[in-house]
């Protein structure tokens, strides 16, 4: 099992640019989330996805979109990236309500 | 809302000695995790806390809750180099029918010889 995997994982933009994060999992879990990491703020959330078909808000979901592909994928996308969303960027699965997050190794975004 | 608080945030403790980190919540809560962060690298599960009263050892560490006080504490004995890392606390608050995950700040611990 190849776990959580993330692309990229390291990444530069400019303002204004776009990209989507991809995020698959193969433990055939129901729920995903990306949060982003910044120094000194912890984890914080973004979307997450209780089941396929289904994405919610998160506390900072302002300027990100998330597509719940299938019960696999879970994409996030940044239309019109700023230097406020220059961070390092987690995907996270868990099975369901009450079972730990299993993350992928994260993806550094840089954006100028 | 959630509030998730650790405390203390830094901690440089000696190799040998015992130390607690805790973690406090502001509102009910079903569940309690407890995670590791390397420098540089993704977050690993340590524990699972499901009620009031649990308690989990792995090794050197183990955490415990109490849900009426909102705390749980991550007690680490006898420390080694090897725990230097970040530790968070999360706690999940079942929102209807999704669930949902707040994490605390983090509880950067740096073991010395």
């Known amino acids: 099992n190849a776990g959580v995997t993330q692309t990229p994982k390291f990444q530069v933009l400019k303002t204004g640019q776009s990209m989507t994060l991809q995020c698959a999992q193969d433990?055939?879990?129901?729920?995903m989330y990306w949060y982003r990491q910044d120094p000194g703020m912890g984890l914080r959330l973004i979307y997450y996805s209780a089941s396929e078909g289904t994405t919610d808000k998160g506390e900072v979901p302002n300027g990100y979109n998330v597509s719940r592909l299938n019960k696999r994928e879970f994409s996030l996308r940044l239309e019109s990236a700023a230097p406020s969303q220059t961070s390092v960027y987690f995907c996270a699965s868990t099975r369901t309500y009450g079972y730990e997050q299993y993350f992928g190794p994260g993806t550094r975004l840089t954006v100028t | 809302e959630l509030k998730v608080e650790q405390n203390p945030l830094f901690l440089s403790m000696q190799e040998g000695k015992n130390y607690t980190i805790y973690c406090n919540y502001s509102t009910t809560s079903d569940r309690l995790y407890w995670y590791r962060q390397d420098p540089g690298k993704s977050l690993e599960s340590l524990f699972v806390l499901l009620s009031n009263g649990a308690v989990k050892q792995e090794g050197r560490l183990m955490a415990s809750l109490d849900t009426k006080a909102r705390l749980s504490t991550l007690h680490i004995t006898a420390a080694v180099h090897d725990l230097s890392a970040t530790y968070f606390c999360?706690?999940?608050?079942?929102?209807?029918?999704?669930?949902?995950?707040?994490f605390g700040p983090g509880t950067s611990l740096s073991v010395i010889p």
């Open positions: 999360a706690v999940d608050r079942k929102k209807t029918s999704y669930d949902k995950v707040i």
């Open positions: 433990m055939n879990h129901n729920s």
